[in-house]
């Protein structure tokens, strides 16, 4: 079988926080060479989601599996082995470095000589049309840049999967418009599978083949952009019940 053709799912996954359950019975699915979308309201669990799928929250309840091999018990170190990686909303990158070593450094951290991760991380800067910023110290980066090489370094492991967390938080219109267009193509000509966290709902919808609505740790509708635009139950969520007579 086709390794590409692996689904990541999560299946009645519930997180509970002492007495408060931040995600209850939450089932979805990442499928490869496609881009997913997790919106809802703040508080909604959408971080906690990814999270558990990224090996940084164990689950209370439920199941997260690659194919048939469980992986809701793994460490985020071994889910990125597997094959899922994640960038975060903040950059984490290492300050004393240029943009080059900091993905180097990802490279050689999986194993591969430091030459040969260099070479991949500047394939990866041309491919993503910022060849530029090899050599920009990580210090000071503008907040675009960051995100751009936040991407860059979680595509440094090669994964199956690729989740982002608020990736276009910050940008304007038109730097989101150019993240929608890499984010696709990560999809389209990489093969991988991504699920995207956005509060921006409009970027989501453009961009998301599938999109998840969460609201208080449940998933209260799902569906292509029309689903979800049309949905009675998102708009409530959004802007609350009582709003509407
Ligand atoms: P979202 O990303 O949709 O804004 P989160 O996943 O961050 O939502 O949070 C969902 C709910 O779980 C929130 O009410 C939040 O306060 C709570 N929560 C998240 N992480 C923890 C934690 N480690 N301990 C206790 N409560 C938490």
Do not use: C
């Not at 997913?36 to 999270?51: E, W």
């Not at 690659?66 to 597997?82: I, K, W, Y």
């Not at 999809?187 to 991988?192: E, I, K, P």
């Amino acid at each position: 079988t086709d390794i590409r053709q692996v689904s990541l799912d999560a299946s009645g996954v519930t997180v509970a926080f002492g007495g408060f359950r931040a995600l209850t019975d939450v089932t979805l699915s990442i499928t490869p060479g496609a881009v997913h979308g997790l919106i809802g309201p703040n508080g909604a669990g959408k971080t906690t989601m990814v999270n558990v799928l990224t090996g940084f929250q164990a689950p209370t309840g439920g199941q997260v599996t690659l194919g048939r091999r469980d992986v809701g018990v793994l460490s985020a170190h071994d889910l990125r082995r597997a094959g899922i990686a994640r960038t975060f909303q903040a950059g984490r990158l290492f300050t004393g470095f240029d943009v080059l070593d900091n993905l180097a450094v990802t490279g050689v951290g999986l194993g591969h000589s430091r030459h040969a991760s260099e070479v991949e991380a500047m394939r990866l800067l041309d491919w993503m049309g910022v060849p530029h910023l090899a050599e920009v110290p990580a210090a000071g980066l503008p907040y675009t840049d960051e995100r751009r090489v936040g991407i860059a370094r979680a595509l440094m492991f090669a994964p199956q999967f690729l989740l982002l967390d608020e990736p276009a938080a910050g940008m304007s219109e038109t730097e989101a418009a150019d993240l929608a267009a890499l984010i696709n193509r990560v999809a389209s000509d990489l093969g991988t599978g991504v699920l995207l966290i956005e509060h921006n709902v409009g970027l989501v919808l453009s961009v998301s083949d599938h999109v998840y609505v969460l609201d208080a740790g449940q998933i209260i509708e799902e569906g292509d952009r029309g689903v979800i635009t049309a949905s009675r139950a998102v708009r409530d969520a959004y802007f609350g019940a009582d709003q509407e007579a």
